[in-house]
């Protein structure tokens, strides 16, 4: 399969801990996305990397994550010291493209469940 | 005002009807607009994009836009109960940002 893939599917955390979430793109991507959805809302828009430089992070978005792309190929989302908010649904996407942004393809998500 | 706005429904419609799903948004000067399907539990998956004025169609999905008005709609013909899903309107604004702003999703039901 050549799809977006995420890793972990499912992440049950106390709250405090730390939790990493890891996205391997389609290859040929060379942008990616990260998007948070909770329940009868639509995908947030989190933070964007166009090859390894991310260009754009949402204001929303607390010091606590944080978002990585080395070498252009996989990404990985840190959450530190988890809240119960943090709880969500984390999408990964990714496209092709050097100009307007086109369509976006998105991984199955990692659901991040804090206690 | 929300920058992508849909109503939340649920629309329900019988099998067979044609669905309308409609989307505003608010940046006069958007580009790229897309619908997403997202079944329940799932990942949303791209149905349509459309970029100019006008009619759009693929099987039995016809995307509208009109730019003047700030709408995009979705039509769906002969709906089917396997249709029923939350549709996702998704716009890129004209910010010269990257990112893609979605709605919160209209949810469709269609009745066998």
């Known amino acids: 399969d050549t799809g977006v893939s995420q890793d972990p599917r499912h992440k049950i955390t106390k709250r405090g801990q730390n939790v990493t979430f890891r996205c391997d793109p389609i290859?040929?991507?060379?942008?990616l996305y990260w998007y948070r959805q909770t329940l009868g809302q639509g995908p947030e828009f989190l933070t964007y990397f166009q090859n390894e430089a991310q260009l754009e992070k949402s204001r929303l978005l607390s010091d606590r994550f944080s978002a990585e792309r080395p070498k252009g190929s996989f990404s990985t989302l840190e959450i530190q010291r988890t809240e119960q908010g943090d709880s969500a649904m984390y999408l990964c996407?990714?496209?092709?493209?050097?100009?307007?942004?086109?369509?976006?393809?998105f991984g199955e998500g990692s659901r991040l469940t804090v206690l | 005002q929300k920058e992508v706005e849909q109503n939340s429904g649920p629309l329900s419609v019988p099998e067979g009807a044609i669905a309308s799903l409609n989307c505003t948004y608010s940046d006069r000067v958007s580009q790229s607009f897309f619908w997403y399907r997202q079944y329940s539990g799932k990942s949303p998956e791209l149905i349509m994009s459309i970029y100019s004025n006008g009619d759009k169609e693929d099987g039995r999905f016809t995307a509208q836009l009109n730019k003047a008005s700030q709408y995009v709609s979705l039509l769906i013909r002969d709906s089917q109960p396997s249709d029923s899903a939350t549709y996702l309107c998704?716009?890129?604004?004209?910010?010269?940002?990257?990112?893609?702003?979605f709605g919160s999703g209209t949810r469709l039901l269609v009745r066998p």
């Open positions: 996407a990714s496209s092709l493209g050097q100009g307007v942004p086109g369509e976006l393809f």
């Open positions: 998704a716009v890129y604004l004209g910010d010269s940002s990257y990112k893609l702003i």
């Open positions: 290859s040929e991507h060379n942008r």
